[in-house]
Every structure is written in C-alpha cells, then in structure tokens.
C-alpha cells in the first residue's frame, strides 16, 4: 500500500505543477479582465489536489522510513547532519506544508471584495511563489536527494 500510495504521490506532483502552470497563465492572460469562475474552479481543483497531496505525503512522512521514522531511529541531530535524511525528515517536508499554504492564500484572495486585476495579480504572485518553493523542494532524479528516482514513477 506504502508504495501505491508514493507513486500517486509522485503522479500527483505533476497535475499540481500543471495545475500552478494553468492558473498562474490564466491570471497573466487576464489580468486586465473579469476574475471568472474559471479562475474560481482552476484554484479550487489546485487547492483540493495540494490538500490530497499533504494527506498523502503526511502519512508517508509517519509511515514511511524517510520522515519519522528515521527521527526516531537515528535521532534528530543525527538527521540534521545527514543532507539525505535531512531534506525528506525535515525540508522538503517543512517546504511543501509553506507551499500548499501559500496555495490556499492565494486562493482566499479569490473570494475578497476586490477589484479583479488585484486578485490576478495576488493569485500570480502566490502561486508562482508556491511554485518556486515546490519546484526547489521536489526529490528531482538529478538532485543527490532524488538520485535513482525516476521523473515518472511505476514507467
């Protein structure tokens, strides 16, 4: 199940990325017209797959030997001075949770009172920012952290 769970998880990365890509143009693309329900419903599915994928990752964070586990073993000094343990016991961990707030800060901006190019350009400026810090977070199979990794998991 842990496995299953980690694939959907890496699965997962990529309709958020695309989702970020999506809404951050479509604010960009708008940004001198109507905030829409599209741009409602585009944050609305982005902010629901952030909160499946902080479940998911929460319970891989407990679950898994990566997150607490290895806290728990090695201690947290131990972790701390380990770059590998370190970046899925505490970074990347620390980094995604700030990521899917700053998803549902910019998505709360959606509902103000406030004039729509101001709500395009506050969506523009969290989600990009939520996806700076993901794309810098993520265990890329070019990173040491992600090193045997592969972009698509279960290919």
């Known amino acids: 199940m842990y496995d299953g769970l980690l694939h959907l998880h890496s699965v997962l990365r990529w309709i958020i ?6 809404a951050i143009y479509k604010s960009m693309a708008d ?15 982005l902010m629901i797959c952030c909160d499946l994928m902080l479940v998911l990752g929460l319970y891989q964070w407990i679950a898994g030997e990566l997150g607490l586990k290895s806290i728990q073993r090695n201690g947290f000094s131990v972790v701390m001075h380990s770059p590998f343990d370190r970046f899925y016991a505490v970074e990347h961990t620390t980094a995604m949770l700030l990521a899917i707030i700053i998803v549902h800060v910019g998505k709360g901006f959606a509902k103000k009172e406030i004039p729509d190019s101001v709500k395009h350009k506050r969506t523009m400026l969290f989600f990009g920012l939520a996806l700076l810090i993901i794309l810098i977070s993520i265990p890329w199979p070019f990173r040491i952290v992600g090193a045997g990794r592969h ?5």
């Open 17 to 22: 990325l695309l989702l970020l890509l999506a």
């Open 31 to 45: 940004r001198n017209g109507a905030f829409t329900s599209i741009h409602k419903k585009l944050g609305l599915i």
């Open 151 to 155: 972009w698509f998991p279960g290919l």
